[in-house]
């Protein structure tokens, strides 16, 4: 037998990247995700109305000495608005529902290894809330009449870092939850406490000093503190590092988490 024979019968390898095979999972995930009404309403249209319905209340509030203005209260809550439902609740609910329909469990039988599948199937709630992110801040800008960041890259790292937190969040809670409807109910303590206490709706900066250092503890709390002082250009070099360290350590404890607890099968 020649050596060209052997070379022609040889197997082909497979030339199929991580990311390839991660594309391709994103690109059905998509698909499944626009036929999903409810989930796709909550992820694209409600983070763009929040915003709207927070304006009177910054404009009520005291912001003399607080070097904010309205604009910068509302600009750096619009991301954190797109972070907690474009990106967190509706993978809460991707996440329960993939399970419950066996999908992920047969995703582990292929190639796929287990960050690839929780990846991939993230990547187009990121990708709307990135989209969300851009639009929101353009807006909100230009309305608002809001100056440019005094220190953009900390707001661009603010937003890197919600984006990198906020899906590992939701496979830990969808983790706890028994089925779709209750992903949603499991997502809610989370949820709520982020927009109240995570500076979303009332700045740190007007909140009395002890609930506010507890409330710089909460995982949204270190995303809104970069992106709001990358605007307002009012952080100093400790609370930059504070905030940057409280926001991947969450990340960390998170990954922990989910390669611990997180539940490829449906609870039964």
Request: with cysteine; net charge neutral.
């Amino acid at each position: 037998m020649s050596a060209a024979t052997v070379t022609g019968t040889a197997p082909a390898k497979s030339t199929v990247t991580a990311v390839g095979r991660m594309t391709s999972l994103a690109r059905a995930e998509l698909t499944l995700l626009s036929r999903s009404r409810a989930t796709f309403f909550a992820a694209v249209f409600v983070p763009l109305v929040l915003p709207l319905s927070l304006r009177s209340t910054a404009e009520d509030m005291d912001l003399a000495g607080s070097g904010l203005s309205v604009g910068t209260v509302i600009l750096p809550s619009a991301v954190g608005f797109s972070l907690l439902f474009a990106v967190y609740s509706s993978l809460v609910s991707v996440y329960a529902a993939r399970r419950e329909e066996l999908v992920l469990k047969r995703l582990r039988t292929g190639e796929l290894r287990d960050a690839e599948i929780l990846t991939g199937a993230a990547v187009p709630s990121v990708l709307i809330g990135l989209v969300q992110c851009l639009v929101l801040t353009a807006a909100c800008a230009a309305l608002m009449d809001v100056e440019a960041p005094e220190a953009p890259l900390l707001s661009v790292l603010g937003l890197l870092l919600g984006l990198a937190m906020w899906p590992v969040l939701a496979a830990i809670t969808a983790s706890f939850s028994r089925s779709v409807e209750g992903a949603q109910v499991a997502a809610m303590p989370l949820l709520l406490v982020s927009m109240v206490g995570s500076g979303t709706v009332v700045p740190f900066e007007v909140m009395p000093d002890r609930l506010a250092t507890f409330c710089e503890l909460l995982p949204l709390s270190p995303v809104i503190t970069l992106i709001r002082g990358g605007w307002a250009g009012n952080l100093s070099t400790y609370e930059t590092l504070g905030a940057v360290a409280t926001a991947l350590a969450w990340i960390v404890l998170s990954v922990f988490a989910v390669q611990k607890w997180f539940r490829w099968e449906p609870r039964r």
